[in-house]
T-cell receptor, first 116, second 110 residues
């Protein structure tokens, strides 16, 4: 089945530094990648949608200059959290449509970011 | 009003019990519905999807959709400790964006 590999699975960084999270589609081409953020005991909130070769679309309230998304190829999308602060600590998950919409979406395993 | 609402729980039931998880939605444009299971600190995994009103069964799991009342249910029969997870209902919109409910945390007690 369709697999999205997400790395790293967890990362701790200092305030003010940047962190890059990668999501790779291993056995299919992901023209679209959705990026979610999930705070403890809360649901997944869509942050942005990236499309290969074009600019990402950000949801309302998400700072595009802080959360840089690059989708330069059909198998790789990256999210960079720039100048991270403790309030950015969260669980970040990517997802790509696997086949047609009826077959669901494949999720990465998530990245737990802790900013200290 | 949120587009998708779920009782966050937590819900604890003894092993072997039948579990009923529910979800309501407000957007009539939702055409099909997915249930995802998320284990702690993991990404969600697709459990079931259903397109039309009525029941769909897959092993111990049954998904039920009532579009007239905008109500979605997931039933788990013969619940197992391995079913302990958070269950999310997620209808995609016309742009294929998933709208997640808050999820219901389920614990099956051995």
């Amino acid at each position: 089945g369709a697999v999205v590999s997400q790395h790293p699975s967890w990362v701790i960084c200092k305030s003010g530094t940047s962190v890059k999270i990668e999501c790779r589609s291993l056995d299919f081409q992901a023209t679209t990648m959705f990026w979610y953020r999930q705070f403890p005991k809360q649901s997944l909130m869509l942050m942005a949608t990236s499309n290969e070769g074009s600019k990402a679309t950000y949801e309302q309230g998400v700072e595009k200059d802080k959360f840089l998304i690059n989708h330069a190829s059909l198998t790789l999308s990256t999210l960079t959290v720039t100048s991270a602060h403790p309030e950015d600590s969260s669980f970040y998950i990517c997802s790509a449509p696997a086949g047609t919409g009826l077959y669901g979406y494949t999720f990465g395993s998530g990245t737990r970011l802790t900013v200290v | 009003q949120k587009e998708v609402e779920q009782d966050p729980g937590p819900l604890s039931v003894p092993e072997g019990a039948i579990v009923s998880l529910n979800c309501t939605y407000s957007n009539s444009a939702f055409q099909y519905f997915m249930w995802y299971r998320q284990y702690s600190r993991k990404g969600p995994e697709l459990l079931m999807y259903t397109y039309s009103s009525g029941n769909k069964e897959d092993g111990r799991f049954t998904a039920q959709v009532d579009k007239s009342s905008k109500y979605i249910s997931l039933f788990i029969r013969d619940s197992q400790p391995s079913d302990s997870a958070t269950y999310l209902c997620a209808p995609p919109d016309l742009n294929e964006k998933l709208t997640f409910g808050t999820g219901t945390r389920l614990t099956i007690i051995p």
